[in-house]
């Protein structure tokens, strides 16, 4: 059994992270799952929960970290499915199940989801709880690093989905960060023909083309619609906004008839469009938010190798040494992080 208290990152509010000791979490209700964590991915949303103001809200007092894994410790009295031992991955956007979304089968859409790692604890540290339900077994075989990216594959295969990219089709993607480089690695993965990449930090271009970007264009030297149109010919077929403010960049990139997806997330921002481009071009613009069911096959393609992600990893951190590498990562010094409670 666990010691009495673990250490864990908790989220203070004013872009504070504190590494203390709390009590190790118990179980609380029937369904509840204790787990040992293995690994937790630092997440663009954990950045911008910690940005100063925020650039989303995370619930004060709360332990964050949302894509993690671990292995079962304990298990409720009503859970049938796990047992001590097993390992786990955890889908942490929890939908009610009851709403007229998830009635509609869009349970990414809940109007009463709450968030492992925003509204409750989370993974950044040695112990955490979760309801089963918000679980999915994974093979004792899978590398650690490759576990830490199981939450955000599945967020982009969300995106993928509504691109339904054809092999050899063109892909621009707007943002080298972590988001970005899976996209571009699930595309090339998926027979993509030239897959661009715009980026304006010259580490993160550096970064894009070693992780096997065709191009990347810095959209501040060059002129983005011609630099594109150059390499493609008539724009791309598929175009991502990892960034979450480039509607206007994505829609001069793309070809006609060509499909958008509008996949980082900011709040804050607005964009300047031209609407006629999108009737006279046949433009299609797809939000995407999570995903519906695609946490099982974002572990099959961890489990089977079709991607391999563990290479984005540059900062492999302890709990110790979490605030400090979140704060790089937030500067762009960096392509995904991870926090490896144990070390
Ligand atoms: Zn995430
Ligand atoms: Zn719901």
New binding site residues.
């Given amino acids: 059994m666990p010691e009495k208290t673990m250490l864990a990152a908790v989220f203070e509010g004013e872009g504070r992270l504190e590494i203390r000791e709390v009590p190790t979490p118990a179980l609380n209700t029937p369904q509840d799952v204790l787990l040992k964590v293995e690994i937790c ?1 630092i ?4 950045l911008r929960f910690l940005a100063v103001p925020p650039l989303m809200q995370a619930k004060k007092g709360i332990i964050l970290g ?2 993690y894994i671990g292995q079962v410790v304990e298990v409720g009295s009503e859970v049938r499915q796990f047992q001590p031992g097993d390992r786990v991955a955890v889908i ?1 956007d929890i939908p009610c199940g009851y709403c007229q979304f998830c009635a509609e089968a869009r349970p990414n859409l809940c109007e009463n989801m709450y968030a492992i790692g925003g509204d409750v604890d989370g993974g950044f540290a040695h112990y955490a709880l979760a309801p089963a339900k918000a679980l999915a077994k994974i093979s004792h075989d899978l590398p650690v690093e490759a576990g830490a990216f199981v ?2 594959l599945s ?1 982009v295969l969300g995106g993928v989905q509504k691109a339904a990219l054809l092999p050899g089709e063109d892909v621009v993607i707007i943002g080298a960060g972590p988001a970005g480089l899976v996209y571009l690695k699930v595309f090339k993965a998926a027979g993509a023909g030239q897959v661009i990449m715009v980026e304006v930090s010259p580490w993160r271009s550096e970064f894009a083309y070693r992780a096997g970007a065709d191009l990347v264009i810095n959209p501040r030297e060059t002129n983005l619609r011609d630099a594109v149109r150059t390499a493609t010919g008539r724009g791309a077929h598929v175009v991502v906004d990892a960034v979450g403010s480039e509607l206007g960049a994505a829609i001069s990139t793309a070809r006609k008839g060509g499909r958008i997806i509008m996949f980082g997330e900011n709040h804050q921002a607005e964009a300047v469009i031209h609407p006629h481009q999108i009737q006279g071009q046949e433009l299609r613009i797809l939000g995407s938010f999570i995903g519906i069911q695609v946490f099982p096959q974002a572990i099959r393609m961890l489990e089977s190798g079709a991607v391999k992600l563990d290479d984005l990893i540059t900062h492999r951190l302890s709990l110790a040494e979490l605030p400090g590498g979140i704060a790089e990562l937030a500067a762009g010094r960096g392509a995904k992080g991870v926090c490896l409670p144990w070390l």
Avoid at 43 to 46: E, K, L, P, Q
């Fill in positions: 991915g997440c663009g949303t954990d949302h894509e942490p939450e955000l967020c």
